[in-house]
């Protein structure tokens, strides 16, 4: 499965761009300022980590060198490519604003086939929007990886109606992995699949610890999908620069989506790049069982996701019972075992005891190569085994060798 931008054109630059640009740079001359409201809720890759950003130089100083990469477009051309903002090409709605669906032109040559692109528009409504835009611009003006979503270029202009704000990315044609994961009627993504997309994405997490980028808002609704059902980080609007030198953290407001963040930075503030880690865990947890961090319509012993998944350990007989149901038993018992302690270990409560991305990058690969090895039927007799277990313990029989509920960690 190869995974390559879709924007490689030179482009050319508009007539105003000169103009556009020293706005676009004064704009950008300061890091992206803490956020204060909370988020909505909501085969193997085996790719080498570039090392294209030097540490520990900063993201304001990478971005200078690197803002000439990213085409400065006119409101005039987002506004014609999206025919006023139909509601037609309107693909997405979230905190930042509307996404919609368009085509450009990458060259000056009118035959040559316009590149189809994603449109992110600033809902007007103040200070709040336009720090998560500046931090996009900033850290997807530097960053570059085959697992993160390629920022194209923005608009920035101060007119008659008002300031436009507006990012341009490549397009993702498979949406997110929440929609595969939750969408109802949605087709259900294959368990190897399933670890081939955590994969990728744990590899772009990895890159961006390694060039001390902190993502903070690690979910499956920001894990987007291209034709090839290729991972890549979305939505950088929460994105830290991670702590420089002697520091162990960066003390920020408190943001993110609930249920995916850390618990030591719920509590305190404090933001390292192991809160990523705990992020990515409990994704892990919603591949495994198909269900979302928090289900409001679920038993309320159900509702949490990582409270549930305590009652049904990795090493217990139960633990089949949580695996998602839509697979039908077409996966390897072992593997999604391993897959569970691995996440369970991203959980951890001491963030200091979470292994490194890149270190969970290595187990993925092995948990998908013994996958590849193993024996789905396993987890079909495993499957009928818990079900057996289940209706017992419903009914009141005793259950021999049931175990007792392990706490996850976190």
Not at 240 to 268: F, I, K, L, S
Not at 394 to 401: A, I, S
């Amino acid at each position: 499965m190869n995974c390559l931008f879709l924007f490689k054109s030179k482009k050319p630059k508009p007539k105003n761009q000169h103009k556009d640009r020293s706005k676009g740079k004064e704009l950008l001359q300061n890091s992206a300022p803490e956020l204060s409201t909370n988020r909505s809720e909501t085969s193997s890759f085996n790719l080498q980590t570039p090392r294209s950003l030097p540490s520990p130089r900063s993201i304001k100083d990478l971005y200078t060198e690197r803002e000439q990469n990213l085409r400065v477009f006119t409101y005039k051309e987002v506004s014609e490519a999206t025919f006023g903002f139909s509601r037609k090409l309107k693909i997405g709605e979230g905190g930042f604003g509307g996404v919609y669906k368009a085509k450009i032109q990458t060259t000056g040559d009118s035959d040559s086939p316009p590149l189809v692109v994603a449109i992110k528009k600033l809902n007007r409504q103040g200070l709040q929007g336009h720090k998560q835009w500046l931090a996009e611009v900033q850290f997807l003006g530097v960053v570059n990886h085959v697992n993160v979503v390629k920022l194209l270029g923005y608009c920035s202009e101060d007119g008659e109606t008002g300031i436009e704000r507006l990012l341009v990315y490549e397009y993702m044609s498979n949406r997110s992995l929440e929609d595969h994961l939750f969408t109802r009627g949605a087709r259900t993504l294959p368990w190897k699949l399933r670890l081939e997309i955590m994969l990728g994405a744990a590899q772009g997490l990895a890159y961006l610890h390694e060039v001390k980028v902190i993502y903070r808002d690690f979910k499956s609704s920001n894990v987007l999908l291209d034709d090839e059902f290729c991972p890549k980080l979305s939505d950088f609007g929460l994105a830290r620069e991670g702590p420089q030198g002697d520091n162990t953290h960066v003390t920020t407001a408190r943001v993110g989506t609930h249920g995916y963040a850390a618990p030591e930075y719920v509590q305190t503030g404090h933001l390292r790049l192991k809160s990523d880690v705990y992020s990515f865990g409990v994704v892990l947890y919603e591949i495994i069982t198909g269900r979302r961090t928090i289900e409001r319509n679920k038993p309320p012993a159900e509702q949490r996701l990582l409270n549930w998944v305590k009652e049904y350990p990795a090493d217990s007989q139960r633990f089949n019972m949580i695996v998602d149901p839509r697979l039908r038993g077409n996966y390897p018992a072992a593997g999604a075992r391993s897959l569970a302690k691995l996440a369970d270990l991203c959980l951890n409560k001491n963030d200091k005891e979470r292994p490194a991305m890149e270190v969970v990058v290595e187990r993925l690969k092995k948990i998908i190569e013994e996958s590849d090895n193993g024996d789905s039927s396993m987890a079909a007799s495993a499957t009928k085994e818990s079900s057996q277990v289940m209706r017992r313990s419903q009914v009141g029989e005793p259950v021999k060798g049931r175990s007792r509920g392990v706490s996850v960690r976190g």
